[in-house]
């Protein structure tokens, strides 16, 4: 089994707006952290779709895209991801062979099944459209129809588009996409970050069920890891407290602005809302630099997956950044 060391690393932004922050704030720290881990060597960096959350900036998520690859030189840039059944397929391919255009060689198109909002926001984003996430196999299809090369008598191209052969990926948090994927030979992200319980049952099925494609000859796993770093452990746990509100306030519906720590926040649970946050966090890796180290080492034993994508809402954004400095000496320690 490979090392640590040739574990590909990424990042997921949702683009946290914090409290006491602005939007504009929210987007020039994701594209400072682009920047950022460009040099440290990772290999993509992601936004997700998110719509009516006032603490997320990410809704516009190809416009995002293109300013991020657009601030940055080498890192693939791409959607972690658009939620298919919000969009018409068409509308998807436009965008995204625009951006593969403008940035060649660079861009990534995960998909997802789910809204990735409220039932209310859902219905304004689709008009009249009757998309459910049943439809989601023939769309991703119809995308890889269109995005693919002109075939003789094509009545529907997208222009930009055709041709581009933007990388898909599916996504998800269930065995549904990973069954999906192995069936396309297309590469695979487990939404691990916020949905770790299945995450050992669908990467052994896409493993087990893949079919090599034109795109992949083998399976390839990313998994999303949550992640707080800090010089000791102690540190570490006060600034995750801010992930540990934002858990909670999306437990009980309650969500908003990214939080700034709180001392010993975490004690102050009662004992059913520290299990629940440990569950949504099951796959997080919190700590000092050893910590962050064997952390990422065990997660690499027990699934062998092929890249990480960290997921990394510190509330500094300067202590985000030398967050990443830890997992990226992590990795190259092995």
């Not at 719509?51 to 997320?56: C, K, T």
């Amino acid at each position: 089994m490979a090392s640590l060391q040739d574990t590909a690393f990424s990042f997921l932004d949702l683009v946290a707006v914090r409290e006491g922050g602005t939007v504009a704030d929210a987007l020039a720290n994701a594209l400072a952290t682009a920047r950022h881990v460009e040099t440290l060597g990772f290999t993509r960096y992601w936004l997700a779709e998110h719509h009516n959350m006032p603490g997320i900036a990410s809704s516009a998520t190809s416009v995002l895209i293109g300013y991020i690859a657009g601030g940055t030189a080498r890192i693939r840039v791409g959607s972690g991801g658009v939620m298919l059944p919000n969009h018409a397929p068409l509308v998807v391919a436009e965008a995204f062979g625009t951006l593969a255009a403008l940035y060649p060689g660079r861009i990534d198109l995960g998909l997802g099944r789910a809204p990735g909002t409220d039932p209310a926001t859902m219905r304004a984003l689709r008009r009249d459209r009757m998309e459910s996430v049943d439809d989601f196999p023939a769309d991703v299809a119809e995308l890889q129809r269109l995005l693919g090369p002109a075939q003789p008598g094509q009545r529907l191209v997208a222009t930009p588009g055709t041709g581009s052969n933007v990388p898909i990926w599916l996504l998800g948090s269930s065995l549904f996409s990973a069954q999906l994927a192995a069936e396309r030979g297309l590469p695979y992200a487990f939404a691990s970050h916020f949905a770790p319980r299945l995450l050992d049952a669908a990467v052994d099925l896409y493993r087990a069920r893949f079919r090599p494609s034109p795109t992949l000859a083998k399976p390839y796993v990313a998994i999303g890891v949550p992640l707080v770093a800090a010089p000791t452990d102690d540190e570490a746990q006060y600034l995750a407290s801010s992930v540990y509100q934002r858990v909670l306030g999306i437990l009980t519906g309650q969500r908003g602005l990214l939080p700034p720590p709180v001392q010993g926040f975490a004690e102050h649970l009662s004992p059913q809302e520290r299990a629940a946050v440990g569950d949504f966090l099951a796959a997080a890796v919190i700590g000092g630099p050893d910590t962050v180290r064997t952390g990422l080492q065990a997660l690499h034993e027990r699934t062998g997956a092929d890249e990480f994508i960290l997921v990394c809402d510190v509330y500094d954004p300067a202590l985000r950044l030398r967050a990443l400095d830890i997992a990226a000496a992590a990795r190259a320690r092995g």
